[in-house]
């Protein structure tokens, strides 16, 4: 989890596209020292213990990546409400909990990413037009879109969520939310921490052979590692991505949403 001068924190590094990203055994190898810490992102007292021992051991952190999520299999049969309420309660918001309690004390210079996925950009296709005016706006708040994601959850317990614009894919949508809470958080650091240079995304990592995609998926977890490690390593000097939606080390191009100038920012060499 950290070397001498920097730290990087880690979600979901137990298995899958998280323990790839945090490479433990290369790091030993290295002759660094990576430390597991407990965390469960659905437990704000976790969270916050999290916290405290960042500021306490390292005082801050410098790379934070957003990887645990979960997604329930095509063939589950779990009522859909409870199925929605499920893993909204954990892919967004035990996700936004990670980042209100530990974006603060993100050193100047930092990273976040928040692993999101392509179908955020489908399910948003599959969204009315009055929802996607809200996701699109550049002036939705953090606020409004907590809001959203809530109502999402109530009208699938009312049996309601199609006739209200929503599309059938819980996963969908709480990937939607991730995506789009990206840029608000990407928006609200450019305002709040102006000089930090503080750098925040949303990325796919692909369809990757992990518990989650099934051993059918067309990459390892070492390749799916590969964009959410890109942008936390993204250079001090680096003006960008920010804002963005990455696919393969790249702005996808299908986000209509994207912060600044698109493709203003210096690329590493090795992308």
Known sequence: MSSCSRVALVTGANKGIGFAIAAVQQLQAEGLSPRFHQLDINDLQSIRALHDFLRREYRGLDMLVNNMGIAFKVADTTPFHILTEVTMKTN????????????????????????????SLSALKRCSPELQQKFRSETTTEEELVGLMHKSVEDTKKGVHQKEGWPNTAYGVTKTGITVLSRIQARKLSEQRKGDKVLLNACCPGWVRTDMAGPKATKSS?????TPVYLALLPP????PHGQFILEKKLTGLVPWALGRRGQYHRRKDS
Request: charged share 25%; with cysteine; aromatic share 6%.
């Open 92 to 119: 967004f918001f035990g996700t936004r909990d990670v980042c209100t309690e530990l974006l603060p004390p993100i050193k100047p210079q930092g990273r976040v990413v928040n692993v999101s996925s392509t179908v």
């Open 222 to 226: 070492e390749e799916g590692a590969e």
């Open 237 to 240: 000097d680096a003006e960008g």
